[in-house]
């Protein structure tokens, strides 16, 4: 059994999914989806890291994937999609699979758009039958901008993530949503309809034939019923997801833009199966599977079939995956079921004996190869070293037992005995102190630092931010263990601060920005930077308040961690770290 973790960023979001697959079962183990803010991706490239970073951070704290031990050595297998992440079908001569790489760069110059410095490089091939040494074969070469690529490694890293794959969107799509059984007649259609893009890939029992990107989607609808309607995007597109429904109203004006930006995808989305058609005009398209967002327009499966020849069906990459207990509906046709293809896919691996396209830069995958050997090297030196200590430990033991023998040894001893009562007071004393020790300490361990979280309040508090109102509460400490002791021995304490994460207090805030929409603005930067410090946590805001004259005003709930503890705990145990 092998489990794997895919990971989509999209223009809207970022999702991540781990799978299991034992032979031909498949169970989706944990998924999770962070929204982006707009413009964060556009095209397919990362235009925001740190919104990418956070939202990748707050997909890992679902608990199912946060349990599954998802640590910094975790591998994670990503995507690229967009106008600079292309496929195109060549002719290369026969070569094994390990060798297919170096092979298509000769030949990929004359297909590729890129600068040569620029571009990353992968293929597999698109015939399942092995040719004659030195005979052509049909390859599916896969590209990439390098510029689309390292911005991706760079935030994958930054969250302690190890990227293990680069593929294509549309490879991900066929492996979780495309009928790989060779004995069907006919290639089959899969259409993802994106925020931003739309792909058009099509396969033949698990092989890519044709792949092309549309820039277009499920936005320019959006965009269409906000012109109509002057009005935002973000209530265009909650408008978009009623529009056309019969038990919602909406202005005819909006239905009508929909229609319009929606014919324009049909048409393009139509255009790619006649180029197909006409193209390869031996071979005829069994039926087209759609997916993602965008498809979920009310009528634009109707349309989309009116358009085509062949039949039209929603995709279901939640089908042939069981994820039941991943705490979200899983049911096919439900909303996940929209979005989840390309994480899920990422996740599932090739059928055995196909290569996979990868288009990890070769100086990252030689780093991460050095990183491996380098490591196994220092793991054989430390085990050696460990096993040299043992024998002269050993050694040791044995001058050391045979000293233990001697007379004049156990003549020390007894002398030694003979002095200790003239210290018992010494003991006594050492017992006093680490009894006060315990009392201090018990007394001091939760309380809260109340000038460093003023001066941490302030850290993260714009210029244009004033504090109205202050009401802080220490949390109810939990039980301290006592110090316990014997006649014997020295009395023993177990005292430690909070946890970083452990809430030790509460603050109430009146907060007051300026006026306008500025205000609003000031409280997203105060948030945001108050999170980000990661002293505090949210609890409570009250709804904003604001006009164009008079300012923004709120109150929010913060509890404060640990990581804000006393520091009168070092006082009586100096090994605890000063607070500045």
Known sequence: MSTNIGLEISATAVRIAKVSVKGHHKSLIAFAEAALPQGAVVDGAIV????????????????????????????????VSGLRAISREIEV?????NE???AVKLQAIDFIPFPAEKTLLSARRISSTQASPGQPIKVMLAAAHSDLVYPLLDVISSVDLIPKNIDLASSALIRSLGDNITTRSGPEAIVSVGADLTLVVIHDAGRPIFVRTISEGGNSVTKAIAASLDIPLSDADNIKKYVGRPDRHTPPVAVAAARDASAKLITEIKNSIDYFTSTYSGMQIRRLLI????SRLTGFIDRLTQALPIPVERASCLKG????KIGQDTAPGSQLDDVAAVAIGLAIPEPPNIKRINLLPPDFVSSKKLKHTSRLIAVAVIVIILILAGFYGYKLLGIHNAENVVGHDQAQINQLNATIPKYNYVAIEAKELITDKGIALSAVADEVNWPLVLKSLNTTMPKQLIVTSFSGTTASAPATPQPTSTSSSTPTQSYSLPLPTQVIGTLQLGLKGVSGNSGYQTFYNWAKATYKYGKFQYTNYSGISSTATSPATWSAGINILGSIHTSRYAKFDPTTPVIP
């Open 48 to 79: 925001n890291p740190d919104a990418v970073a956070t939202a990748i951070k707050q997909c890992l704290t679902v608990p199912r994937l946060k349990s599954g031990g998802l640590q910094k050595t975790t591998s994670v297998n990503l995507s």
């Open 291 to 294: 997916t993602g967002g965008g």
């Open 100 to 102: 297919l790489d170096e």
């Open 321 to 324: 995956v069981q994820g039941e």
């Open 93 to 97: 001569p026969s070569v094994p699979d």
